[in-house]
């Protein structure tokens, strides 16, 4: 599974541009998704998955606290793991 792959099965999911220069929380936390996915399901290294949104400039440390937020929302958040659950599929049935 390539990361634009993933990036764009999220956006399609939330129905918004992750690449958008914000950091609302309608689009932020479904950036933080796209790198935590691109973390699990890819080989990239953290710049790596940093370089696929143009604003972020490979800021690793950024792609760190995504993974580290997302998986602690996973425990304390239904209806993220209900999302991460849901797109976890789309991108396993993808990759077949």
Known sequence: ????????M???????DTDLPTRCYE???PRQIV????REYTSLSLPQ???LFPN???E???????CYRVKRLIGENP?????????????ENNAK
Not at 1 to 8: L, N, S
Not at 83 to 91: E, N, P, R, Y
């Open 1 to 8: 599974m390539k990361a634009v792959d993933i990036k764009r």
């Open 10 to 16: 999220v956006n399609n999911y939330y129905h918004i």
């Open 27 to 29: 689009v932020a936390r």
């Open 35 to 38: 790198m935590y996915l691109c």
């Open 49 to 51: 998955i940093s370089r």
């Open 56 to 58: 972020m400039r490979g």
């Open 60 to 66: 690793h440390t950024t792609v760190m606290n995504a």
């Open 79 to 91: 209806v993220i793991a209900k999302d991460i659950l849901a797109l976890v599929k789309i991108i």
